[in-house]
């Protein structure tokens, strides 16, 4: 079978190199079009990252070869989806808030479906904000969505801010089993590559933390309501619960966003530690039951050990997209409290929006 | 004036070393004994840590001198003690709880008080806790304790742990105001130094922080009640509140430990913001109105910055005694949440010990 | 083809457990037998391994069930050899020198050859210390070997320090070309990981760097002498070229040992930069001309970015079995200098022995 | 006394807050000008630096109070100097190094005279590039530079690259006892606040070194020969030895540049490792001769221990104005070894600048 052509928006950028090699051996998609700023466009994209490239892993060497485009030119783009060398666009655009709405319509408006990265769009009305795990119900909006705006094949889909990835799961299957959270105060300790590159100064990452990121603790606070909420009238309803407070901080890491949190649940509350692992051992879910490529067999993994979630050893487990959970024990002020773990850059970035692509794929939004 | 002459139990280890270099030029105390275990014992001191000294500051040369004696030999401190060349004892033993108790008693017992680091006396009914800005009362147990147990002249007094110095005086601050809290969350970054030397391994530490301190999220939830306790009969009755509950991880940091908190009000709260960093502006207690040589002149420093407090650029504000605070502002879920750092290995521990000491000086227990 | 069942001797040390998950799907090679201290010995390797498991890829299930052996109990090995459990055995022994280099001479006397990763025999005179790229022939002392002690199928062959694995291989490319060195002046900054587990203290890693490991420029001197070395008369004798001067640093890096050397040639010097490039980049020998399993497909890959090799990004090159080199360029004193990195627990340890394993399977010393 | 007024230029990049940080308490000198880019003029300094600072040490009040000026505006600082308010300059311009020659020039031009830490001026024939200790008489060119240039009052006086410290004033200290080094090879480990503020991105720096930094090694290699130079018609003649070859790494610490040397010797050769160290320990030299206030008493410092200097526990000695220097030892290729440190921001910069500025006063040159 072919491979679905695709292409990155931003593709010189960390999140861009992240999609990149993701997609080097992915069964339904390969990527045949990379885009990013002026200043790229027109090189091979061996070059245009020569020196700037940050991963371990490479490229595959057929992208190496690929002419750079300008990501501003929607009509170099709408030409490539023509020529069936683009079927749809991941982006991982850089600019700003404003710019990046603009763009990603012309894009959707063009007929180029955009599963994005980017946070512009996270509270546009009628765009779905997706965990595949939790809300692939929220796909559904996209008819509407395409409606409204008078899109025939391109439409917007998103994702969500990384530091929120290590805790919504969990969250989700304990409000699954009966057991929603009214109240959770998480404090994150987040890694650097979060923030790009050349992102945060190793003046401040030495001997150091920063107890402060900024609009990040809105994001993480916020951004769970509309995940938990649902579809009236072809916009979504965010859910009231949970009320989350959330510190943010960076830490001297380079991969995986850690969480503390303390929970309060709504009603009933489970009977005991026990419980409450068997029910996320038990979690899976529409990508776990269509075997969707990028899924992960056990999307939260729990770990017995008093140490555990770390970074370094937790945050690549099965294939860097299950949340790592631990420490789960009884909370002194609220109901239970625990750790939890999930890779920034894959599950929490690139590796996300590629399995919200397969997502789409198998509910037939990308054709 | 001539300067007491003092004796150091544990002197080689890491708190040791550090009490040695805090009282290099202290107005007050003299080192004059240094103890330490057998292996060390008949050395002189700079024989006995050449090789394992950790700070960039050195001890006086006097010091470098000193022949180090057993700890456990407490016959000859007493003969020490009635030579005149030990008047009282820090205790930084690093042995096991049981013993340390023994040890700290037989020391007493011996007439020698003792001016303790180890958690090993936290929780004996007699012995407080002190936080010289806090409970300077609370040293007025040490008559009935000298009582009961027979001493004359030896007692023991001891501090709290690292993990709660950051947050105990902005929240005892409050309280004196009126706004004693109910409930509290709190998330500890905290400084490798605090598990001494060899203490936790460097692979632990590069790239990865640890969400597990062993028996620290007790110490954390439990010895501010007894803090905030009063005395009854002869001994500590603990106070109710606040309920705290406590999340320990450990960071690649060398000295200085923050905490995030989250903080309920019991009843009244205060009006704003800026009523807070009022109170905590004009926070001054005995070791301020006395002018204790350790005595930080402000004990709590708010800084305004959204990016602070770090550990790197905040932990030795005046003197490393202070606490410095940052990102005051409401909470979602409580009532208030902030950021807070304290030094753990000068204010959390011999800095700490030593403004203990000068506290029982100016109140006259140490003759 | 069935795999050829192997034993593990100090299978839960951090050695250990790398050659447990780097043999996790071995083509050749399988473990079916573990062995450790008393301490560990009588229980699951599961349970021995319990919270003290240092990496982040796990052990294969099966390897989790098996017992662990008390190392030291050479006829319990003896016997498992006879069942056809273990056909050899890979030695990552860390007890004292003395001892290893006994146990390890009692298990070859008991018919079961030890591919070993410790220093305890580099320097006897029949043990050959192999880099299977450089000196394959150097296996060829075994028969002698076995002659002179009366072992019948027992031997020991040996790996060299990890300190020096990144230099050896560009070195010996040269000296084939016809360009051997006549001195080098070499300075490592070698990853913490080289020191096993608890091994380096954080508070020596966190913003600062040690400037001594012992034993270990010794060895980077002197080992290189018998690799390039020969065999006369059953026993190696010493190349006396080239002399080398060792600086060795432990840095914050958790694996990845970088060099820098200055190097001069002993006579004919390459005429250009570009020839030493083509001929490095040409380097292929026996464990990739027979496609060992664990062979690099490139034991030297050229970076011609300023900025490279870096640890973070080039130490997992081709499955962390490469030499990674960098910012060839003259010296200013001697002829050439370059940067050179190569993965101290893979390439340096594990890996490297498992090469060998596979190397004298190849030449028929294992049966 | 009253102190001499000076001013800043780049008053609030890294190294200007050094100085000013530096002159806190000086006893000569006092900041009362400060100037930087047109972005942060016309503010009070406390607000140009908000949010900006970089140190645990902070500036004084009446710095804080003081108006920023526009760097580039030469007549402002010539009204300023006029009107008693700045004496003459320190340059701590982070501009191009055509416009940083240009501007200081300008200001030397106008009467002012300049103390610089750029490496804008330090190939121009008749401007000293001075280390206290090693070249004094270098100074004594400014009459000349004057003349030659027409200025009255004003000149231009720099100091060499940090990553040289460490090792000029050991090998200064070696020529003078009659054993002057012919060739060096030189590996250097530097401390991340050598590149400024946001300077070395974080991603580059946790579990990671870059063995590259741009121009370093160029100006390792050189500067040397000019500092160890003379005189001749009014400019500099450059010594012909020692040749040097420079390996610049830049590595996870935030202060303090160490260095591996190798070192051949001229002709003579010391009869011992403990005659050097002797040569080192009698180092004195006209910093220490008139006791200049920022001049070590104590240039060189020994350590007898294996694994000293160490940046953490080093960098500070002797108000970080000293070398730390271990490991003295044989070369197994040239005739010695050893491990040199010097704090990078304080002697590698500010702090040089400073210990210069004392030596011109005192040889008249500063009216």
Redesign the interface.
């Known amino acids: 079978m072919d491979r679905i052509p695709v292409g990155i928006l931003g593709a010189t950028g960390m999140v861009g190199q992240n999609y990149i090699t993701l997609l080097n051996d992915h069964p339904w998609f390969e990527v045949r079009y990379v885009a990013a700023s002026p200043r790229s466009a027109g090189k091979k994209y061996e070059e245009a990252v020569?020196?700037r490239?940050?991963?371990?892993k490479t490229y595959a060497p057929h992208v190496g070869s690929l002419m750079v485009e300008d990501a501003n030119d929607v009509s170099r783009a709408a030409a490539a989806f023509k020529k069936g060398e683009c079927s749809f666009v991941f982006s991982a655009l850089e600019m700003g808030k404003d710019e990046t709405r603009a763009l990603e319509e012309a894009y959707a408006s063009a007929g180029i479906p955009v599963i994005s990265n980017a946070s512009a769009h996270r509270w546009t009305s009628d765009v779905p904000v997706l965990i595949a795990e939790i809300n692939p119900e929220h796909a559904d909006i996209i008819p509407a969505q395409k409606k409204a705006r008078g899109w025939d094949r391109g439409f917007i889909a998103v994702k969500p801010n990384c530091s929120i990835q290590s805790y919504m799961k969990p969250l989700h299957a304990l409000a699954q089993a009966g057991y929603p959270a009214q109240?959770?105060?998480v404090?994150t300790?987040q890694a650097?590559?979060g923030a790009g590159?050349?992102?945060?100064?190793?003046?401040?990452?030495?001997?150091?933390?920063?107890?402060?990121i900024?609009g990040e603790e809105e994001k993480s606070?916020k951004e769970p309501l509309k995940i938990f909420g649902c579809i009236e009238n072809g916009a979504f309803k965010n859910a009231e619960f949970p009320?989350?407070?959330?510190?943010c901080?960076r830490?001297?890491?380079?991969d995986g966003h850690?969480a503390?949190l303390?929970l309060e649940f709504a009603a009933k509350k489970p009977g005991s530690m026990e419980e409450i692992k068997a029910i996320w051992a038990a979690y899976k879910r529409l990508p776990q039951e269509a075997d969707l490529p990028m899924a992960p067999k056990h999307p939260i993994i729990y770990r017995e050990?008093?140490?555990?979630?770390?970074?370094?050893?937790?945050?690549?487990a099965d294939k860097a997209m299950a949340v790592v959970i631990?420490?789960l024990r009884p909370?002194?002020?609220?109901d239970i409290?625990f750790?939890a773990l999930s890779h920034n850059t894959v599950r929490g970035a690139a590796g996300g929006g590629i399995l919200n692509a397969e997502l789409l794929k198998y509910k037939g939004y990308l054709a």
């Open positions: 020569a020196g490239w940050q991963l371990a109240r959770i105060i404090t300790m650097v590559s590159y050349p992102g945060v100064p190793s003046l401040d990452m030495l001997d150091n933390i920063v107890p402060y900024g606070e009320k989350i407070s959330a510190h901080n830490v001297p890491v380079t850690v503390t303390s050990e008093d140490n555990r979630p770390q970074p370094r050893k937790d945050r690549d631990g420490r909370c002194n002020v609220f409290r750790t």
